[in-house]
């Protein structure tokens, strides 16, 4: 990484700006708007009603460094995933449904979130990569805070399913480096049906227009890792539900034609996919081919280059 690169929230923190937005963070837990399902309950007291199951502490399952993400998160010495616990969407294909959907992990305070983005830095990784934010932005920055005090300079990535509150993603401005949201749906219907959430293209399409705001396009050091912008993460679905063609039209035309991308082909039937057709299936090389196709014709040139999976080779 580059000598020169600073992550955003050193000059927050210098400021003493970075102190007051964990106060003002964790004041909308007591009537809980962290994330765009608005629940209105007080995690100060319990985690009932709370759509994301999750109360004051943040749950994590695991973290390590990572080599399975996109290349310019990866680098040479892997990306610092921190795994969240439960989550604000209900994907009812979710591949990690044992960590979003039962809620496998540890409870934990905001000095043992620090401790893991310090070891994290200390094991050589290039970024901190906050897996399933968006319930937890007042924990995660609290830890840090604390972090940072103790010596954390990596970029953080807001790795998120794309369902977050704007008036969250605005107290992130000058703290994160690099979001990296899903963009699932453009059709609302299918939002509910898959994930049961409301509204999920409005809020996606704003909270993504916010992040651009924040941090442009995407920037990377001489060694293309990424140091500040958005990455866009766009799931293949079958049968064209995740409405693709408006998505990348929404990307090329209102966001930027330099827009980073990964469409993504490794859609495969998880947990209750089985009994929602057409989702019982993987997607086919004509699907995922189609998908790049419409992606480059709306004007998008960054695309992800991950070869295709090799599944198709054994169908
Ligand atoms: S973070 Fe989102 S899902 Fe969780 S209680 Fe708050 S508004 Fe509800």
Same mark, same amino acid.
Request: contains cysteine.
């Given at each position: 990484m580059s000598k020169q690169f600073e992550p955003a929230y050193l000059k927050l923190h210098r400021s003493g700006e970075l102190r007051g937005r964990v106060a003002e963070a964790y004041r909308r837990l007591e009537r809980c708007t962290v994330c765009a399902r608005e629940c209105g309950v007080n995690r100060r007291e319990s985690a009932k009603g709370a759509a994301c199951r999750t109360g004051e502490r943040a749950v994590v399952s695991s973290y390590a460094p990572h080599f399975g993400e996109e290349s310019p998160l990866v680098g040479r010495d892997g990306s610092g995933t921190i795994f969240f616990s439960?989550? /604000? !969407?209900?994907?009812?294909?979710?591949? /990690?449904y044992e960590i979003?959907?039962?809620?496998h992990g540890q409870e934990v305070e905001p000095e043992n979130l620090a401790a893991m983005m310090l070891r994290l830095q200390v094991m050589g990784c290039h970024n901190i990569n906050l897996v399933s934010p968006s319930h937890v932005v007042p924990q995660i920055l609290a830890g840090l805070l604390i972090a940072v005090e103790a010596g954390l300079r990596l970029p953080l990535v807001y /790795?998120?399913?794309?369902?977050?509150n704007l008036e969250t993603l605005k107290m992130l401005d000058g703290v994160v480096d690099i979001y990296m949201p899903d963009m699932k749906y453009a059709d609302e219907a299918m939002a509910q049906r898959y994930s049961k959430v409301k509204n999920y293209p409005a809020v996606n399409q704003a909270a993504v227009k916010e992040m651009h705001r924040q941090v442009g396009d995407l920037v990377m050091d @001489?060694?293309?890792?990424? !140091?500040r912008g958005l990455l866009v993460r766009h799931l293949i679905l079958p049968e064209g539900l995740a409405g693709t063609r408006e998505i990348v039209r929404f990307l090329a @035309? @209102?966001?930027?034609?330099n827009t980073y991308l990964n469409v993504m082909d490794q859609y495969r039937p998880c947990y209750k996919a089985d009994d929602l057709p057409p989702l019982d299936r993987r997607i086919t090389r004509e699907e995922y081919n189609e998908a790049v196709q419409m992606a480059l014709d709306a004007g998008l040139t960054r695309l992800d280059k991950r070869e295709p999976r090799l599944i198709w080779l054994f169908r």
């Open positions: 439960w989550c /604000n !969407l209900r994907c009812q294909y979710c591949q /990690n979003s959907q039962l809620g /790795n998120t399913g794309g369902y977050d @001489e060694h293309g890792v990424a !140091l @035309e @209102e966001i930027s034609p």
